[in-house]
């Protein structure tokens, strides 16, 4: 039995665990469940991820967790009870999850891999916090670690921000939302803006010296160098290096590395250095023998500089050489760096070694903590530190140093009797006041420890050497007195012996005999000359006599005045125990000279700061004894003096000090008596504030009232503790009285001089900080009176003076910020006088970053539901004062613009912000009670209305998403949750002043916007968020957009009438809350625009304007991405809600109502189903035929259904924008046209529209002409040009515009050059079918004809098709697809060629006209196209398989001609015929025939440059028909059998006869002229080709072409009549249809290029042309590979079948016939539609050509028609009667015989007028020579001539043309 679970209701899954048991519950390792039930080892629960599926799983896969329960029972709410930082790392880490795989995907590797080592440092981290074994301070480190990385990874993957307070998730309820503004801005701040650290440290790694000819150690001196002020600014960093110039000790990293710690923002300059001299130790001379002396010492070697700036930039110089240069002359050693900073190259050159200098540098910023813990690993391995010189820019307490700093500056020696100068070395020993030498107190750098005696480097022969080496004396303070440092010179020899001789010694004692240390500076030291021998063992010897040259002034000592020879030294004492000051010794021993007591306080100001902090405790004692001593005489002096100390705590070099003041007050202050005389000396400074001309002394004192206050206070209370709490009221009344005297100075105004306004803001300024001073002493509430009085005492006029206004503020900033506010009693008496104040700036607009964060803190103080009494009668105060004027402010500052610069857009941002949070936090403290006073408040409704309106505005304000950061979304759902609480309040007040009489528009309005950009806002829509963020969200807050739904829904009711005021106004903002995907939203909302409509049909009969306007919205509103399916169904069922209506209206009123708004509901359905493609279309990337299928789709139905022109217009520009994208020339050119058909050649002035400025309809119809011309022209569709420019040069012509007349014209003329010169490709055709319901709407189970692009094959077409529609499947076959793939949830895709019939065929019948003007009416203003499947019907003969193969020929009929708007057409009609095998085999001889008669032609007028096509063509007819070709016909259809069966073909067989006969003429002439043209090396195979032919005519029965046999008409130019479209095969005309060698639909023909392997056969599997292979498809192969076996296998290769495009190389200028008979037929009655050619055959009608196409072998038909391919007839044609043919008429024309007509220009194919009749050309006559004609033809007039007979003419027949077309329909 299934039982409640008490304690196990939360856990993790520890196994995955599949569900498959009945009502199972899948589940995932790793997943969280919350159990309900439990039974025998099972549990019942569900998936935190999923909680609306429950189930059933084994307790076993599940680790239970602690968890508390809230809303036990049906809703219960399950929180894990463990630590917040772990609950959000778990969360956390399940989201980052599923967005980490994304990024896998989305290939965005670095941010990848960045993440997932982010995340396993979280688990790892996690796992620490989880373990507990944690100290707490390690805790917190690794929490502070833990929130760094979450916070990290949010941001890189865009999720919200999160607030938190001690690294815990902060819960918005908890807090004030001010509080929770500054955690959120904290956060932000912190990411954003990086804090400029004020303390820097150099890091530097010594890796070698470079040099080539080393062989001496070396030593490597660094220091920091100021070249501004000429000195080292830090200590040295000293290491050593062995013979190779590597260091000595690599192990030990702090002999090597170094931190140069505490340099100042100031020292990051450029003029601040790195110097680096290196010091070699050897011999002398640096070439000198090994042998010649043993000894060595410290000589110079190289020197180089780095300026710190190169390092500012901050990246890490790693292995950064530096060049290390030598001084020219060695006396200049000691500023070598200087000249080398100085760039004086006179003074140095580079080393003789070329040596460089390896080294590691890196600018590291922080405090030195900081530092520790990012670089730990420098600390671990070891660094050594090496300080600035003296102290630091802050000096810490407690800091404890006594450092001696000695620099070593220069000597002056004498000879001594030598004939060259000394080599000088000076050793340095420190001796103790015991005579004995100190040890390891010399320091020569950080880097190396310190050493007993210090031997400075040698100057070679140099009397005057200069060394300045700094070293550092860390002595003891209790080693100082007595102590002393003993300086000894000797000479060096260079000799073998290598001896050092002393010659004279120094020394200096490091203390004074009264106290003070040796003072710092140079000291010129006397040279006391001594033997070589001399014992300086027993220092007591020397001790007594003068050390210094200055202490030699005051005395008779002529001996040693006399010397010469002196040593100079620099002192620099830091420490924090000793004092070189007189005046400060003087001060602490006052006792045993007090007379001097007056005199040390008034020096007291001149003694150095470092000083007294050093000595601050002793200071201030001496201080507090003299006022002891005599309060009387010293007591203003004592007052002052500790004025100034205090004071000098406030400088930032000391402030760390004030610590040690407040222990100093609470622990050693023993001055109970002191308080009468502050206090009294106090009050003196203040009542002289307003007469004192000087108030300088006087700020000093109100500066330091904070500690004069603590030590009147500790002094009282020391008091009080002595005495029993005596005099306590005398006190009251001094404290009383001294308030009193600073009210009546702060209550003065300024006259004139600001200084007494100065005054007012120094007092200001710190007087907030005496409150807790005075709350030690008095009790809460009289403290809170005192500090209301005082700030109540100032001044309210606003204009006094604008930085005394600003501390004003400061100063009721810093009192709500302190303690005496945070207490609820004081609170309440000084929340007025702040209130006053702010409400005072707030109106002037003043100081609002300020006031901004008092109010923030007002608010933080007062948490959410506190309903404590206090704070409700407190939140009544702030909503009186602070409410109307907030709103205000709130309005003027974001109305102001944003300032430009980052910084000041920041502030700005900020107080926005501040001020939002502070207007939210008062609203959501605000109850029923309060919203009820501040309505009832407004005296008149106009006052309300303002308010009101006021409010709806700043909600609007505050909803914008640039209020806060995009990841604030916690805020964001806060202040909604604010908004709609108080909108809830304010509708009542709505509905109870403004509806019936007096309603009000605007308010109203403002109400219904405010609503709806409120439930649009993007932070609301949870569609969009992770499962976790939405099931967060909706438990705290609910889905606040239905509860905004509902109360639009229930304000709209109320409305009543006053609904016709917001119709249509208000359609576009409902429509955009309808299309958000929630349910409850939808159903709430879609039924007002039923009473919408209802309301528009009673006021005005129609509701057209409800229609338009919802139109004009869904528009606009789909193309921003809104919207989905459901939501078209959805609105689909408005229709049923059309239910019955009131009886008042009479039935047929609402018939006709409801029927209009069906059919309005039926058309906005079917426009969104177009919108919803469009916008679906749009989110792709790349333009494909997608898109500009969907916005064509779109564009009909604006302009054929809802008739909307302006959207018509848009949607053809957008049409025409992604078709000049694509490069869609042609096409951009007829979208444009659509519009500009709209317009007229008018003076009427247009609107600006789109990119169109304001003009008149003529000018923007002229530049749209200009445009398309320009497309056309890029398109190479140069026809469509001409015809508009010819339409805008009328237009100038008209105006008399000759100027551009004569530009229109020179633009025609050079679109008809391009015509004759450039060369067009013939775009290919393909039928594409969209079959499934997963196509859109616009493509749906639907076929279209789409043109090609240049160069595009069938196979390329296919894959872009599936590129373009990834998840369709290609159809393998032909065949129109059943219901079931209409019906199917997919996509299919069928594709496969077809060829265009061209509607004008006149153009192409016509003789003498260049293939270049052809090509264009081959595939343009083209309609149908054909398709032709090959088939076997009946049974099949295995020996002749023509017998039985029919033809299905499919004709399509688009609904446009392409080209068009689009490159597909929709086809609006299929029809389909089927052709007998006799009509099949009619049709490939007729082909075969006309294109044996182009290439004879074409080679006997020379146009032909190689005469291989023709040898090719020839040998494929003759050597089929010799094996078998033509007489496979004959076998299968002159057959007696098939005579008798087919009794209705006798005609066709006739003709079939008459056309091998006609081929028979064909090759014979064909043969004459190739014997003329044909090469040497060809001749064996033309003899061979005229052999075989003679078999062939045998094979026919033909010996000699006599008279008696009938010839047939070889004159037709394109061949046969043929069958009309829809006749059955039974009906055909005798001629019948034909079958046309065609390309497979698999294939695309290449360009002919004549060269043999071109031209080779390729007996292909082109059997069938479409995209798979038909039912028939094995059959078909076997019969075509029986046909190359048994009848087309020729001597010579075929050509390619696949070769199409003409050549273009020989443009025809002349055109020539050739004629094997002059005969000619007689006309029949009627003429037939014929079928064009396609073009893969050739594609001239007539025979003037350039070079011909080319397709199939060049066999007799028969291979061709084997390859199953077919191709087109073009024309009308007209049958002459048949003659007979004498071999005899053979002959050529010598003579060119001139055309007779003109032909007119190619408009003239739309411009039709009466033509004459053309005579039809002898058969094969050659044409005389002429040039060609200037333009596209009209109906040819051609003379016919019989060379041996006369001329003939054949009857005129005139030819039925094709009607015109319109411009518009280019």
Known sequence: MWIPTEHEKYGVVIASFRGTVPYGLSLEIGDTVQILEKCDGWYRGFALKNPNIKGIFPSSYIHLKNACVKNKGQFEMVIPTEDSVITEMTSTLRDWGTMWKQLYVRNEGDLFHRLWHIMNEILDLRRQVLVGHLTHDRMKDVKRHITARLDWGNEQLGLDLVPRKE?????????????????????????????????????????????????????????????????????????????????????????HCSLFVDLGSSELRKDIYITVHIIRIGRMGAGEKKNACSVQYRRPFGCAVLSIADLLTGETKDD????????????????????????????????????????????????????????????????????????????????????????????????????VARNVEVTMYIIDSNGQNLKDFISFGSGEPPANEFHSFVLYHNNSPRWSELLKLPIPVDKFRGSHIRFEFRHCSTKEKGEKKLFGFSFVPLMQEDGRTLPDGTHELIVHKCEENTNLQDSSRYLRLPFSKASLLGTNNQAIKATKESFWITSFLCSTKLTQNGDMLDLLKWRTHPDKITGCLSKIKEIDGSEIVKFLQDTLDTLFGILDENSQKYGSKVFDSLVHIINLLQDSKFHHFKPVMDTYIESHFAGALAYRDLIKVLKWYVDRITEAERQEHIQEVLKAQEYIFKYIVQSRRLFSLATGGQNEEEFRCCIQELLMSVRFFLSQESKGSGALSQSQAVFLSSFPAVYSELLKLFDVREVANLVHDTLGSLPTIMHVDDSLQAVKLQCIGKTVESQLYT?????????????????????????????????????????????????????????????????????????????????????????????????????????????????????????????????????????????????????????????????????????????????????????????????????????MFTPSKKKKVLEKYGDMRVTMGCEIFSMWQNLGEHKLHFIPALIGPFLEVTLIPQPDLRNVMIPIFHDMMDWEQRRSGNFKQVEAKLIDKLDSLMSEGKGDETYRELFNSIIPLFGPYPSLLKKIERETWRESGVSLIATVTRLMERLLDYRDCMKMGEVDGKKIGCTVSLLNFYKTELNKEEMYIRYIHKLYDLHLKAQNFTEAAYTLLLYDELLEWSDRPLREFLTYPMQTEWQRKEYLHLTIIQNFDRGKCWENGIILCRKIAEQYESYYDYRNLSKMRMMEASLYDKIMDQQRLEPEFFRVGFYGKKFPFFLRNKEFVCRGHDYERLEAFQQRMLNEFPHAIAMQHANQPDETIFQAEAQYLQIYAVTPIPESQEVLQREGIPDNIKSFYKVNHIWRFRYDRPFHKGTKDK???????????????????????????????????????????????????QQLKTLISQCHTRQMQNINPLTMCLNGVIDAAVNGGVSRYQEAFFVKEYILNHPEDGEKITRLRELMLEQAQILEFGLAVHEKFVPQDMRPLHKKLVDQFFVMKSSLGIQEFSACIQASPVHFPNGSPRVCRNSAPASMSPDGARVIPRRSPLSYPAVN?????????????????????????????????????????????????????????????????????????????????????????????????????????????????????????????????????????????????????????????????LRRPAPLPHSLSIPVTSEPPALPPKPLLARSTNLENGSRRTEQVPRPRPLPRKVSQL
């Open 1439 to 1489: 020996e002749n398989e023509f017998k039985s193969l029919w033809v299905e020929r499919t004709s399509l009929i688009l609904v446009q001609s392409l080209p068009g708007i689009s490159r597909w057409f929709e086809v609006e009609k299929r029809e389909v015929v089927e052709m007998s095998p006799l009509e099949n085999a009619i049709e490939v001889l007729e082909n075969k025939n």
């Open 167 to 255: 690294y815990a998730m902060v819960d918005p309820e908890d807090i004030s939302i001010t509080e929770l503004y500054r955690l959120m801005e904290h956060r932000h701040r912190k990411k954003d803006t990086p804090v400029q650290a004020s303390s820097h440290h150099l890091f530097v790694q010594m890796k070698s010296l470079m040099c080539s000819n080393l062989g001496e150690e070396l030593e490597v001196i660094f220091s920091l160098f100021d070249s501004k002020e000429n000195r080292p600014i830090s200590e040295r960093f000293f290491l050593r290096l062995n013979r190779n110039g590597l260091p000595k000790s690599p192990e030990k990293p702090e002999r």
């Open 1649 to 1809: 290029r004549y060269s043999s392997s071109s031209l080779s056969s390729q007996a292909s599997a082109e059997v069938s042309n479409i995209t798979g292979q038909s039912e028939s498809s094995d059959e078909v192969f076997n019969m075509q590979r029986m046909l190359f076996n048994h009848i087309g296998d020729g001597p010579l290769p075929r050509s390619d079948p696949n070769l199409s495009a003409p050549d273009k190389a020989s443009p025809a200028r002349h055109g020539t016939s050739v004629s094997p008979s002059p005969a000619g037929r007689s006309p029949m009655k009627g003429s037939m539609q014929s079928f064009t050619p396609s073009p893969v055959e050739y594609h001239s009608s007539g025979l003037i050509s350039n070079s011909p196409v080319l397709s199939g072998s060049y066999s007799s038909g028969i291979s061709s028609l084997s390859r199953c391919s077919t191709s087109e007839t073009s024309g009308f044609e007209n049958p002459v009667n048949e003659q007979t043919v004498s071999l005899s008429t053979y002959s050529v024309p010598e003579e060119p015989v001139r055309k007779e007509s003109k032909t007119p220009p190619p408009y003239s194919v739309y411009e039709r007028t």
């Open 320 to 419: 950064l050489i530096l060049k290390v240069y030598m001084c020219n002359t060695e006396s200049e050693w000691y500023q070598i760096h200087e000249n080398i900073i100085k760039k004086l190259n006179a003074r140095y050159n580079l080393t003789g070694s070329n040596a460089g200098l390896a080294v590691s540098l890196q600018l590291l910023h922080g405090d030195i903590e900081q530092i520790r813990r990012e670089y730990s690993s420098v600390f671990t391995h070891g660094v050594s530190i090496t300080r600035k010189l003296g102290f630091s820019n802050i000096i810490m307490p407690g800091e404890m140093r006594n450092d001696l700093y000695i620099t070593i500056e220069r000597g002056e020696f004498e000879k001594g009797g030598k004939s």
């Open 823 to 1023: 207490n609820p009693d004081s609170r309440y008496i000084l929340l007025p006088v702040v209130l006053h104040h702010l409400h005072m700036h707030l109106q002037e607009q003043k100081d609002l970053i300020m006031c901004a964060r008092i109010l923030s803190n007002i608010f933080c103080l007062i948490k959410k539901n506190s309903s404590e009494k206090s704070v409700l009668e407190e939140i009544d105060v702030i909503v009186t004062s602070l409410l109307d004027i907030l709103l205000r402010t709130i309005l003027e500052i974001t109305s102001r613009p944003q300032p430009s610069g980052s910084a000041m857009r920041l502030q700005f941002q900020d107080v926005t912000g501040e001020f939002v949070a502070c207007l939210l936090s008062l609203l959501r403290q605000m109850t029923d009670r309060h919203y009820q006073q501040l309505l009832d408040g407004f005296s008149t409704k106009e006052e309300l209305r303002d308010f009101l309106l006021q409010i709806f505005t700043v909600f609007r304000i505050l909803i914008r998403p640039e209020m806060f950061p995009k990841d604030w979304t916690v805020m964001r759902l806060v202040a909604n949750n604010v908004i709609i609480t108080t909108v809830l309040y304010l509708s009542d007040a709505l509905r109870k002043n403004f509806l019936n009489e007096n309603f009000d528009y605007k308010i109203w309005d403002s109400y219904f916007y405010l609503a709806v950009i409120f439930i649009n806002q993007l932070c609301l829509q949870l569609e």
